[in-house]
């Protein structure tokens, strides 16, 4: 089985996040990257199904010389090999899923995984476009609910489960009130939520075999690809600080506020 | 912050990675909790075998990664960083000086029975060196190792032994012809549950409280020859190899834990407001800090050069006593300056610091006091 993949960098969610004064953008000294954690559970899903059918992980990202550290951290965790799309400069939800497009009809998988969004404008459409450009069925949100009461019950149902033939992909997705289940033909692209699995950590032998494997390089032009944002951010804004909220003595009073000053009442 | 340095490569930088996520998701919440119990999980060893982390500088037939010691000095630094002495202390023994004499001088079958199943967290190994009257006066230790027919019989006691209570296996320092100082020193492996070898009690400590140190008790314990490492009368250089790297392992782990204390301690002034504007505001907090920062870089340098050093097969016995000595009592000041930036809230077990200000305080006396570090360090004038 094959499986294309995405690693996106995205801002460390550690780091502290500021928007510049003009509201052009975010200020980028200092900022640390990681792979999109939402991309990370899809890698891993990705590398425990083809342990259940041989083939291969390929991990695709588009950006600049700095994405090869989220390429080779997700080789580290086990991908086979590389799809570097080299490009710098401005790049919209719909350039990205143009070109993640072209490396799906170049590299031929039985399934797509993606991240459900990233985690840095967190868009979640990605995966919809691409699908809906491929022709290909897509199941979004791919979960795995701990809810569940019993182990048993939480075993019953995998998330995602291909068919002994490798023709179809059974997925549990997460939506509104509860749990849909779908069946998709292969090809198919898939979204991965968070519930999805707890992705493994790079190993050291993982991260030593990643050094040497390969990462092709890519470019928009050399694709075909025509990635002239459509769409531009126009300002940028911090969400208003929350004011801090004060303490009531009873619960009269709280009636009595809610009335006059929150005005819900 | 490690970039730059000229030590590290992108892997190093990597595996790092990997160590802090694992740091921040499996040690870290549970300070607290295996504090207040006085121990960690024993499950945590063999986790760490799972993870591939006790073996990195050992070899593959015995299930290391053969990776070398800077991928060890990052697990190191990365388990300063755990917001616990005594996990990063139990752990780390295990790596760090009570495997490293087997690898060293063990035969294969040696290897084979106690480093292999350390590798894999399987047995927890302790080194027993410090008595009740001798630690770094090595060729002042008393235990004895009386040779017999097929063996050695074992007499005398061990203390602060870190792992010592809950140890499968001992990497024991004796002393096989009590007739001679340093040169009637050997090495010798002893396995729980060996006649003769009792555990005496588990010892109450100001820090590293999540970590097991013990006193053990041996009375006409008989072991196997076999268990004997390299030769008798050797033990003396077998020590001295070893304490080059605890010591270099005890610089990195001050370096990497002062480097979280100090981002505590920032993120607590910025957030702690007096005087009607947070305290990072004023003068004299800022420039406790600069002083912080600039005693953790003066210290890490000299460690990272030590580590340089002993990564390209030096014997840098100066330099690494110097890091030891620096990085140890650099970790004692930042916690206590970090402590006195906290004001009354610094002395509250509700916060970290109480406890990073009590693990800090081992560095400058355990694996050889800072004075027996200035001791060393003097050698050089001739002294």
Known sequence: MKILVTA????????????????????????????????????????RLVAKFPGEVVVASVGGKEVQEQLRHA???????????????????????????????????DLVILGKQSIDDDQNQI??????????????????????????????????????????????????????????????????????????????????????????????????VDVTPKLTVTKMMAPPARKAGIKVPDVATLVQKLKTEAKVL | MQAGYGLYLEEHEAFRRTVRAVVDKELRPFAREWE????????????????????????????????????????????????????????????????????LFGTDAQKKRFLAPAIRGEKVGALGITEPNAGSDVAGLQMTAKKVDGGYVLNGSKTYITNGVRADFVV???KTDPTKGHKGLSMIVVEKGTPGFSVGKKLEKLGWRASDTGELVFEDCRVPAENLLGEEGQGFYQIMGNFQWERLSLALGAVGAADDILAGAVAYVKQRRAFGKAVA?????????????????????????????????????SETSMAKKLATEMCCRIADASLQLHGGAGYMKEFDIER????????????????????????????
């Open chain 1, 127 to 224: 995966g919809q476009y691409l699908a809906e450009w491929l022709g290909w069925a897509q199941a979004t949100f791919a979960s795995k609910v701990e809810s569940f009461e019993s182990d048993a019950e939480k075993n019953k149902v995998p998330a995602l489960t291909v068919s002994a033939d490798v023709k179809t992909v059974r997925v549990v997705r997460e939506v509104d009130g509860g749990l849909a289940t779908v069946e998709c033909q292969l090809p198919a692209v898939v979204t991965a939520d968070l519930r999805l699995n707890m992705p493994r950590y790079a190993s050291l032998p993982g991260i030593m075999k990643a050094k040497s494997k390969p990462i092709e390089e890519l470019t928009p032009v050399g694709l075909g």
């Open chain 2, 281 to 317: 505001e004023f003068q004299v907090v800022k420039h406790r800090l600069a002083d912080m920062a600039t005693d953790l870089e003066a210290a890490r340098q000299l460690t990272y050069h030590a580590l340089r050093l002993h990564a390209g097969g030096e014997f840098a016995i």
């Open chain 1, 75 to 109: 080789l580290a965790m086990g991908a086979t090999r590389a799809v570097w799309v080299n490009h710098t400069g401005p790049l919209d939800q719909m350039g990205i899923a143009a070109l993640l497009q072209k490396v799906a009809e170049k590299e031929k998988p």
């Open chain 2, 36 to 103: 207040d119990k006085g121990e960690f999980p024993l499950a945590l060893f063999r986790r760490f075998g799972e993870l591939g982390f006790l073996g990195l500088k050992y070899p593959e037939e015995y299930g290391g990664t053969n990776a070398g010691c800077l991928f060890e000095a990052v697990l190191i630094e990365e388990l300063g960083r755990c917001g616990s002495g005594g996990v990063a202390a139990g752990l780390g023994a295990q790596f760090t000086i009570s495997t490293g004499p087997l690898h």
């Open chain 2, 172 to 174: 024991l320092a004796v």
């Open chain 2, 356 to 383: 990073h200000w009590r693990d800090a305080r081992l560095g400058p006396i355990g694996g050889g006091t800072s004075e027996i570090m200035n001791e060393i360090i003097a050698r050089q004038f001739g002294l």
């Open chain 1, 8 to 47: 996106k960098r995205v801002e460390d969610p550690e780091s502290k996040i500021k928007v510049k004064p003009d509201g052009t953008g975010i200020v980028l000294e200092g900022l640390k990257y990681k792979i999109n954690p939402f991309d990370e559970i899809a890698v891993e899903e990705a590398l």
